[in-house]
C-alpha cells in the first residue's frame, strides 16, 4: 500500500519587513523567520552603505544582492556536482 505523506498544515504569521508588517501563511514559520531576517539584513545593509532612501530601491538593491549570493552558491554547487562526477 502506498505511503500517504500529511500534508503539512500551513500557519498565518505576522512578519516585519524593513518596518513594514505583512501577513503571511506558511508551513515552516522557522525557516520564513530565517528569510525574513536575511531580507532585513540585507535592506539595513543596502540602506546604511548608499544615499537610497526609498524603501522601493532599497528592497530591489537587496533583492539583487541575494541574486548575487544566491548565483554564486548555484555555481559553486555545480562545479562541486562536476568534480564529483569526474571522480567516479
Partial sequence: ???IKKVAEMKSVSVNVFG???HLKTDDPEG????????NFHMQSVS?????FSGTRI???AALKIAEDYM???K???ELLTLLNENK
Avoid: C, F, G, N
Fill in 32 to 39: 520564513l523567520d530565517q528569510i525574513v531576517q536575511m531580507v
Fill in 72 to 74: 554564486q552558491l548555484k
Fill in 1 to 3: 500500500m502506498p505511503e
Fill in 20 to 22: 513594514d508588517t505583512y
Fill in 59 to 61: 528592497a530591489v538593491m
Fill in 76 to 78: 559553486d554547487y555545480d
Fill in 48 to 52: 546604511k552603505s548608499s544615499r537610497i
